[in-house]
């Protein structure tokens, strides 16, 4: 659902085009706690750091684990969120929070109950 999508760009009503590319474990990269995942958005690299301790909290609560492909999701959503309410003017990083990161993974898993992601 969010690994090739498109969204409206809030300020220039423009469409763009978002496409997965890779997904890295921060801690070799950056020396951070997070796992970064890579857009490009109509070309432009655009990376979304999802934090190691959402991965903790989100066990805790449901026996259940964050995979690769439901933090794609969780990105993804949250990119797309980010552009469409204006707040993705020319950013190339984007560092989200535990709390964060647990509600875009429960808009995925809303979307898409049935889903393989959730």
Not at 37 to 43: A, E, N, S, T
Not at 92 to 114: I, R
Request: glycine share 6%; charged share 20%.
């Amino acid at each position: 659902m969010y690994r090739d999508f498109r969204a409206y760009d809030r300020w220039t009503k423009k469409e763009v085009h978002c496409l997965y590319q890779a997904l890295i474990v921060a801690i070799a990269t950056r020396h951070a706690d997070a796992v970064d995942i890579k857009f490009l958005v109509d070309g432009r690299p655009v990376w979304i750091a999802l934090p190691h301790p959402a991965w903790v909290e989100y066990h805790n609560r449901t026996g259940k684990s964050i995979t690769d492909p439901l933090a794609i999701e969780i990105a993804g959503h949250y990119l797309k969120t980010v552009l469409e309410s204006g707040e993705g003017v020319g950013r190339e990083m984007y560092a989200l929070t535990v709390g964060q990161t647990l509600e875009h993974l429960a808009a995925v898993s809303e979307a898409a109950p049935s889903s393989s992601v959730a």
